[in-house]
């Protein structure tokens, strides 16, 4: 199907399966019990959960497909939203000219930075990205300021022009993103029993193109371009032997992982119309570098597990304080009960980066593969359970 050989459309199949039912996925316990502190159904958790996927996947074609490490691609999450920014000031509030603008200018800034970046290899490779996003990062908060916004970020203003679009909406308000009139905050919430269930355009819209996004992935890899990608990181030496210069590979394969950041960027603008400095800070970057390496370093669906996982834990461990903690354990004596909070509170509410290093390390010592690799293990050991059951039902009483 489109293209693809079974097992990779299966792989697709159940991306947009999970994206589609994501708010029944995500709200598996009822409003009012104790647990429906874990569910994630909102919409604002959910556009984060897919454009950080989106950051993600772009990231893996240069990081899974090449090696080659960077530190910056956070610079071309920023520039993305910017420009996004800068279209819904000037154009109009449609999210789909913002997003062409921010992937046509991140890809521009990609050539650049990748042109002379990749001279090197290596740490040092990684290195010149983090200098050229620290660069870019400082640019935005203070000396750029007319154009960024400085630290307060770039925001819109009644008084834009917009050529396309109205400045302020009938009722004296700025207009909000949208696409062709639907506004990208429409929501709708279905009540279902003790559930509730919020369906919201913005979500759908992030989710479509990343699933558009993750299909041109599995593309790339599959593809002769994506073999010789896996060429360079495998042996550069001998396929400069073979004749075959690897730059323009590598310099390709950065700028499309840069249009996948600036795109990233510009759906977070479409979803919140503010963009700021931070978004450059090499914290972003460090944070895309950690769902690839946790969902799996060159799978095609590492990375938006990895994207998930963190996000999940930013939003939802990191929101259980200690009284939530003692109304889970009051049915304990109360010295038992202060034990096991005292135990626990260290690794969730501010201290769910504790929490996250610790799964980090344990996904790195015991399983490279990131997060998918445990799958294949689950599956394949309960593969073999069953074919050892059968076996032995099979065997003959003695």
Known sequence: MLGLNKQDTTILLVVAALTIFAPFILNPFPVDSAMAQFNAGYPDLMQRFVIFGIFAIGFNILFGLTGYLSFGHAAFLGIGSYSAVWMFKLLSMNVIPAIILAVIMSGLFAVVIGYVSLRRSGIYFSILTLAFAMMMFALAYSVLTPITGGETGLQLALDDPRILGISATPEGNIPT???FGVEMRASTTVPVGAWEFTFNFGYYFCALIMLVAFYLSVRIFRSPFGLTLRAIKSNQ???NYTGVNPK???LAAFVISGMYAGLAGALMASM?????AERMFWTQSGEVVLMTIL???GTLF??????GMIKYMENIISKINSDILHSWFAFLPDGLEDLIVAIIYPFIGKGWHLTLGLIFMLVVIFL????VEGGQRVRSWMKNRGKSK????QTPAE
């Open 177 to 179: 993103p949208s696409l």
């Open 237 to 239: 030496q001998r396929l």
């Open 248 to 250: 323009p590979y590598t």
């Open 272 to 276: 919140d119309p503010l963009a700021g």
């Open 295 to 297: 969902g799996g370093v």
């Open 302 to 307: 590492g990375p938006v597990l990895g994207a």
């Open 368 to 371: 490279p593969g990131g997060l």
């Open 390 to 393: 059968e076996e032995t039902s």
